[in-house]
C-alpha cells in the first residue's frame, strides 16, 4: 500500500467553478500536510501548508486535513484558467530525518 | 535572488553514455533530494542528503549515483546501467519540511 493515494483526473471545470482535490493516506504518525502546483514543463511550486486537522485558508484556495479518516483535501473557489496544473499532494512525519511522500498528482484544466 | 537552480534545462545523450545533471542551491538549506517525474507517475524520489558527505536512496536509487561535496551542491549521475532514463529530472532542497523544487531537466535519450 501506497503512503499517499491520489486520484490522477484528469479533472475539467468551467471558470468559477468550485475545485475539490482529495488524497488519502494510510499512517496516523504522518503530522503535515502540503499542496504542490505544477504548471506543464516546470518544478513544483509549494501551495499551502498544514499541520495537523483542521482547516487553512489562502485567497481562493482553502486546505483541509481530517486526521481521523486520514483525508485531506484542497479546495479552489472561483477557479480561473491561470490555475490549470497538476497539484500534488504531500506528507511528512516531522522527524528530523524524514522525507516527503508525494501523491501522483491530480491534473486540472479550467475552461473559460 | 535565493533559490535553486538545475542545469541544462534539456539534455540529449545517447544510450550507453553516462549523463551528469547539476543542481545548485544557495538557500543555505541542509537537505537535497533527486525525483524522477514520468507522464502519470507523480514524482519518485531516487537519492536524498539531509548532509554534507552523507546520501541515502530513495525508492528508484537503481542506475543512478550521487555525491555531496558540498552544501550547495547535488549532482546526480544517470549511469548507463539505468534501463530508461528519459524522464523529467527535478531537484528539490528543504530546511524542516516542506521541499522546495528546481525548474528541472527533461533529459532524452536517444
Known amino acids: 500500500q501506497k503512503e499517499v493515494e491520489q486520484d490522477p483526473g484528469p479533472l475539467s471545470v468551467p471558470e468559477g467553478a468550485i475545485v475539490s482535490l482529495n488524497c488519502t493516506y494510510s499512517n496516523s504518525a504522518f503530522q503535515y500536510f502540503m499542496w504542490y502546483r505544477q504548471y506543464s514543463r516546470k518544478g513544483p511550486e509549494l501551495l499551502m501548508y498544514?499541520?495537523?486537522?483542521g482547516n487553512k485558508e489562502d485567497g481562493r484556495f482553502t486546505a483541509q486535513v481530517d486526521k481521523s479518516s486520514k483525508y485531506i483535501s484542497l479546495f479552489i473557489r472561483d477557479s480561473q484558467p491561470s490555475d490549470s496544473a497538476t497539484y500534488l499532494c504531500a506528507i511528512h512525519r516531522g522527524s528530523t530525518l524524514g522525507r516527503l511522500y508525494f501523491g501522483r498528482g491530480t491534473q486540472l484544466t479550467v475552461w473559460p | 535572488d535565493g533559490g535553486i537552480t538545475q542545469s541544462p534545462k534539456y539534455l540529449f545523450r545517447k544510450e550507453g553514455q553516462n549523463v551528469t545533471l547539476s543542481c545548485e542551491q544557495n538557500l543555505n538549506h541542509d537537505a537535497m533530494y533527486w525525483y524522477r517525474q514520468d507522464p502519470g507517475q507523480g514524482l519518485r524520489l531516487i537519492y536524498y542528503s539531509q548532509i554534507v558527505n552523507d546520501f541515502q536512496k530513495g525508492d528508484i536509487a537503481e542506475g543512478y549515483s550521487v555525491s555531496r561535496e558540498k552544501k550547495e551542491s547535488f549532482p546526480l549521475t544517470v549511469t548507463s546501467a539505468q534501463k530508461n532514463p528519459t524522464a523529467f529530472y527535478l531537484c528539490?532542497?528543504?530546511?524542516?519540511?516542506?521541499?522546495?523544487f528546481g525548474p528541472g531537466t527533461r533529459l532524452t535519450v536517444l
Open positions: 528539490a532542497s528543504s530546511m524542516g519540511t516542506s521541499q522546495y
Open positions: 498544514t499541520y495537523s486537522s
